[in-house]
């Protein structure tokens, strides 16, 4: 695992020399190549070195985190015609990669915890940097505070594990159980903030609003997977406790997800609409996460990496919208068939990813967190029907806003989707809906 993390810490002068913008994602399209061609023991920890280690989560994670950096270097090329700080840009980029690569492959949970405290920078960097209103100010201060205060319990309950077992590794944590109340607030608490379970949640859809697209992208893409991974993490440890507590999560994840669902159609922002969409499909994944069986840890791991290749895509078209005329409005990005009937295609293909139609991941996932639910309580089948029902309503509703209907008076011609646009499209649609014939590969991992 070493290896992968050099190779990343020295494409860094890259990222200071002239003219390196392209040449820069291509060695990340290789050391995406590299690590798909690590040697994976699927139930356990594999490679070991140091501190770090990689199993099934972290292998599928780290390798949605490198693809999401080389689609986010791809869809920023407006930086590179304007020549907007290009250089601190890629090593951005660069520097949350390593974060969030070390975040994955950490054993050590206090090492975890700084570096999944340490992705929290570039993020915050990449929005007040690059961001286009003034309220991006206050959008990182939201960003910023909420995940500070509620990671502060988790170091100490950190600390308190330290000093009663003498060791934080995780794979030696597995095979004990601490019933302890205020410590397990205290772990999950960070965690559920990060998806961000509802009432927690308004950090995100300013952090989106204000945030370039590739700020957007990072944080739809791998930001809210990270509270996933940890509660997937700590929760082995405090199985116990979680099975007296775990209904109290699951009873706010379901009715905060359909209640969100229906605030999405009151949304007039496109990027907040999708914003918005993210915070219902996660609270399926913590209903499914603390339920705590085997379908459930299946289908949250795959409605993850699904969600992060979905959403991100979303909003490269949202953004792609934006360039041209400089609105995130639906009230103004109206009637783009005309315009642009190509790019109807692929709103289309990832809307309809995005309320879980076949072959992509997402519906995978959804039919294992569903079957999972129902084993926990067959009431919870009203609120996941509903959930599903609106999503598939929302995402129709932005379809056909933005697709149809009479074109926006003072919209002037302009040019249609790039090949570049169409690759970075076919890039997030084309591994959605492809890995579901792999999909065994999540099965067998515990």
Known sequence: ?????FMMIFMIPFCFMKNMFWMVQMIMFFLMFLFMNLTLSLM???NMS???????LSFGLISLSIWICILMIMASENLLKMNFHINFFLFNIMFLLIMLYMTFSMMNLFMFYLFFEGSLIPTLMLIIGWGYQPERIQAGMYLLFYTLFASLPLLMGIFYIFSEMNYIMIYFLKFINLNLYLLYISMIIAFLVKMPMYFVHLWLPKAHVEAPVSGSMILAGIMLKLGGYGLMRVLIFLQQV???FNYIWIIISLLGGFYISLKCFCQVDIKSLIAYSSVAHMSIVISGIMVMNYWGYMGSYLLMIGHGLCSSGMFCLANINYERIHSRSLFINKGMMNFMPSMSLWWFLLLSSNMSAPPSL???GEISLINSLLSWSWLSMIFLMLISFFS???SLYLYSYTQHGKIYNGMYSFYTGLSREYLMLMLHWLPLNIMIFKVDY????F
């Open 392 to 394: 598939a309503g929302y």
């Open 442 to 445: 999540s099965m067998i991992w």
């Open 362 to 364: 997402n519906l995978m």
């Open 242 to 244: 979680n099975m007296k």
């Open 44 to 46: 356990n920890f594999t």
């Open 1 to 5: 695992m070493m290896k992968f993390l």
């Open 50 to 56: 140091y501190m770090f280690s990689c199993d099934i």
